[in-house]
């Protein structure tokens, strides 16, 4: 988001002076106070658009409010290559509409189930099922055609399915609409739909005309239950996601880039606890609560912490699963946390 706050115009050197003198008449800029979170800009940087390059490039300021105004003359040339961006979102909308007509035929229906098994052989997730498991989840998922500006499910919403984006974009957005991350093709979301059962945590909407395919929970149960490599894929994705919502904001953590947050987690050691199970947890290690719940005691008192909360740990202690629970330990050591880690 933006808001105009003052007024500048820069001019390209290449103009006759009589040209400028008409333009400086008729033009300004903007100068522009930015809102845009870190995710933001972490997925903006690392955009491969030549026109996304070209700005940030080019306003190295925008951050400070900095806008960027390009004048271009008007010509046969550069007509064109305004309106074939249009002319191309308008044949993707039309292609989604025909797509979604057809999906609706038997035809459809088994061109569907091919580029279902396609897409899920070349996601890592999937990758290790064999030919007749991608075919019998094929079976049972369904393939949606969606235009830009659609929600894929809202927060708080009931959660049964997971979701592969198999083309377009996709912004993840908080309960109050605050833009949290973008999805490109290939990413899985959702997870929490099989893992936890509880309701969903944010809203999914598509920034892009979109192709997704969503799996029902009863699809992927039974694979979770008899493949642990599957499950445990599925529990570090869910944990990636969590972890960051949870630290993003505290101080040690908030300083570091999205990119180290995720790479401090994978470093971390996950453990599953069953019910009444202990933990031995050393001093020094940020505890992080990924779901279910656990009881330490702390001058006395009997603490509970529950899912998605981190605890830092500054002397040994044991601590007790009240339910099934998983967690993971960190070493703050293997970033540089800085003062009050």
């Known amino acids: 988001m933006s808001r105009i706050t003052s007024t ?17 008449d008729s033009l300004y800029a903007v100068h522009a106070q930015l809102f845009e979170s870190e995710e933001e800009r972490e997925a903006w ?55 979604a007509r057809v999906l609706g035929t038997r035809l459809g229906a088994r061109l569907c ?124 994705t869910l944990a990636e996601r969590r972890f960051d919502d949870v630290v993003r904001g505290l101080e040690g953590y908030g300083h570091l880039g999205r990119t180290r947050r995720l790479s401090l987690l994978r470093s971390g050691e996950h453990r599953e606890l069953r019910p009444q199970e202990w933990q031995k947890i050393e001093a020094g290690t940020h505890l992080f609560v990924l779901s279910g719940a656990v009881d330490f005691e702390h001058q006395g008192l009997v603490v509970t912490q529950r899912d998605s909360t981190l605890l830092e740990v500054g002397q040994p202690l044991r601590v007790r699963a009240r339910e099934a629970t998983r967690l993971v330990l960190l070493n703050p050591q293997a970033e540089a946390l800085g003062p009050g880690a």
Request: proline share 4%; hydrophobic share 45%; net charge neutral.
């Open 113 to 236: 189930r091919s580029l279902v098994v396609h897409a899920l052989r070349h996601v890592p997730l999937f990758a290790q099922l064999d030919e007749a498991t991608l075919r019998v989840l094929a079976e049972r998922a369904e393939l949606l055609v969606l235009p830009a500006g659609r929600e894929v499910f809202q927060a708080g919403s009931a959660s049964d399915e997971l979701y592969l984006l198999e083309t377009g974009v996709v912004h993840v957005l908080t309960q109050g609409g605050k833009f949290m991350d973008e999805l490109g093709s290939g990413a899985v979301f959702g997870e929490l739909a099989l893992l936890t059962r509880e309701r969903r945590t944010a809203t999914v909407r598509t920034a892009a005309a979109s192709t997704l395919i969503r799996i029902p929970r009863s699809a992927l149960l039974p694979l979770l239950e008899g493949n642990e490599h599957l499950r445990e894929r599925m529990w570090k």
């Open 45 to 99: 940087a690392s955009h491969d658009r030549p026109d996304a390059l070209y700005f940030l490039e080019t306003a190295t300021s925008h951050a400070e409010g900095h806008g960027l105004l390009t004048v271009a003359p008007i010509t046969l040339e550069t007509v064109l290559s305004m309106a074939r961006p249009l002319l191309k979102r308008r044949l993707r909308q039309s292609m989604v509409k025909l797509a």
């Open 8 to 24: 500048e115009v820069v001019l390209p050197s290449s103009l006759s002076a009589e040209a400028r003198h008409q333009l400086t």
